[in-house]
């Protein structure tokens, strides 16, 4: 496993050159090879319960629940 960090090209953008200057490996990729998700967040308080979905809007995928 490399010891190289890679963050998508508006995220390098944002934060890659300060990551860098503090002695981190980063490099800037496409995104296209990284991995994506799909949750569902179980939220309580105040005696409620509910769900939260959500995806990659960039992967084929989907967060279902009922």
């Known amino acids: ?11 390098y953008e944002l934060i ?5 200057a503090m002695g981190h490996s ?7 090879n990284l991995g ?5 967040q179980v939220v309580t308080g105040d005696g409620a ?3 939260r979905g959500g995806s ?6 989907e967060a279902v629940g009922w």
């Not at 496993?1 to 995220?11: G, V």
């Not at 990659?56 to 995928?61: L, P, T």
């Open 16 to 20: 890659g050159r300060s990551l860098a």
């Open 1 to 11: 496993m490399s010891n190289q960090l890679s963050l998508e090209s508006p995220l």
């Open 56 to 61: 990659d809007f960039r992967k084929d995928g």
């Open 36 to 40: 994506g998700a799909q949750v569902i």
């Open 49 to 51: 319960r509910y769900y």
């Open 26 to 32: 980063v490099r800037s990729v496409s995104g296209a």
